[in-house]
């Protein structure tokens, strides 16, 4: 295909897509890239140039593009039941990738409900939280809390919990009124401050809060803003203190993003602790996922739960909550639907991701972690590169000092090194396939190094 064909490819989407987290304006001078096809971690434009996707499109790819595992359990549904209403219904794949997710944290999670997206997943964990308490006779447990920098969607609901003004401010008006308290970045050192700061709002509103809602290990839209797993551990114990649910949103950080399948499978119970005796902690291992950790009452799946195939969202949560609803008055059921709930397609997809963890997948990922660490080893030394961190497969550093357009000057140069990746803010970060080898790592890092030199030398 010919570049002015492929230009030609640019203008009609201005025209007849309005595009995601982006301003239409802005992109009539820097047009979206048209990508004609995907094949494992590369993305190719219709003129046959290669880009490798270092985001995982939105950290939706786990296995890249095209992985042919996941479509031939996608097309092996498709012949079979490609859809069919949960609501009065049921089907195979959507029992056996609840019973399989319910396994891995040991049944403690024994209850899912299907959503679509990230987003539904937040609202229906929020309306089953309120909802609960009030069946429970508590219904003035209504408020909820959120980490501050935290993101967690952009339906209303969700926005509600969310702490990031450029998608925040212009809802306001429109949203309920969330506590919003300090969040453990490691960068501050400031873990024990945030924990202050929790308990000083559970004491005073936790007879009106339902819920504080979190990203395990790692806020995404944040910047990558990374914490350790005893702030958590310490937060799941404030919680049950105060009697208050703790929502874990694994949207992003799931599917073994952060080292294990659950991030929360890092967050063991505190000695002495109800949990702890109940159940002794125990190692995570590809084999035999982690029943050991403290669950939270609520734990979020989406992105990668299908491998970037399908859209899928999922919300565990435990016996306690399920029962709340439990009763032949109809008024007190969850009355929650969404048209492709569980859809037998996007279950298969997932069926066939669990299928790749239950054969070794986290062994695979962290020697790819490994990989990632050698090779951009070297950035921490860069005067402009501050705070190089990383969890799992998840590695980020900020630049330093402020860019004018850095996300967007970074974007264009890396994309003539052969590199597909949007930072956010001043923060570059790489969250890539599954596929990640000693070569690929050290072509990230070349890339990577490559196009920030381009960018400081234009500033």
Not at 153 to 171: C, M, N, S, W
Request: proline share 6%.
């Amino acid at each position: 295909m010919s570049e002015a064909v492929q230009q030609d490819w640019q203008r009609r989407s201005l025209r007849a897509v309005w595009h995601p987290c982006t301003q239409m304006a802005r992109a009539e001078r820097v047009p979206p890239l048209p990508i004609a096809r995907g094949q494992g971690p590369w993305l190719f434009d219709h003129q046959g140039r290669r880009y490798f996707d270092a985001n995982s499109s939105w950290w939706v790819n786990l296995f890249g593009h095209a992985d042919p595992a996941l479509n031939d359990a996608i097309k092996h549904q498709l012949d079979t039941l490609p859809h069919v209403m949960l609501a009065g219904c049921t089907h195979e794949p959507a029992v056996r990738l609840a019973e399989r997710l319910s396994a891995r944290t040991g049944g403690a999670l024994g209850h899912l409900f299907f959503g679509s997206d990230g987003a539904s997943a937040v609202e229906i964990a929020l309306k089953q939280s309120f909802h609960s308490w009030r069946n429970r006779g508590r219904g003035s447990k209504r408020e909820f809390v959120c980490l501050r920098n935290g993101y967690h969607g952009e339906t209303i609901g969700a926005l509600a919990v969310t702490d990031v003004a450029i998608f925040r401010d212009a809802y306001d008006p429109l949203l309920m009124r969330a506590h919003i308290v300090n969040s453990p970045d490691q960068r501050l050192g400031n873990e024990q401050a945030a924990l202050d700061d929790m308990r000083a709002l559970l004491s005073e509103r936790s007879q009106q809060i339902a819920a504080v809602i979190v990203e395990p290990l790692v806020q995404g839209a944040a910047g990558m803003v990374m914490h350790a797993p005893s702030y958590l551990r310490r937060l799941r114990q404030l919680c049950r203190e105060f009697d208050v649910h703790l929502i874990a949103d694994e949207i992003a950080v799931g599917c073994g993003r952060t080292g294990t399948f659950f991030a929360w499978e890092q967050v063991s119970p505190l000695p002495g602790t109800a949990a702890s005796d109940e159940t002794p902690a125990t190692p995570a291992t590809p084999a035999t996922p982690a029943t050991g950790a403290d669950w939270p009452d609520f734990l979020l799946l989406s992105k990668g739960i299908t491998g970037g195939t399908l859209p899928l969202s999922l919300v565990l949560t435990t016996d306690e909550v399920y029962q709340a609803f439990w009763s032949e008055d109809v008024t007190r059921g969850f009355l929650h639907s969404h048209s492709y709930t569980g859809n037998p397609l996007a279950c298969a997809a997932a069926n066939a991701v669990l299928d790749r963890f239950d054969a070794g997948q986290l062994a695979v990922n962290q020697q790819q972690a490994a990989h990632l660490t050698a090779a951009f080893a070297p950035l921490a030394a860069h005067p402009q590169v501050a705070h190089l961190r990383q969890r799992g497969t998840i590695l980020a550093f900020d630049v330093k000092p402020a860019i004018e357009r850095f996300s967007e000057r970074f974007h264009l140069a890396a994309r003539e090194h052969e590199l597909l990746i949007r930072p956010i803010g001043q923060t570059v970060y790489l969250m890539p396939p599954y596929l990640v080898d000693e070569a690929s790592a050290q072509f990230l890092a070349c890339a990577v190094q490559d196009s920030l030199q381009e960018v400081l030398h234009a500033a």
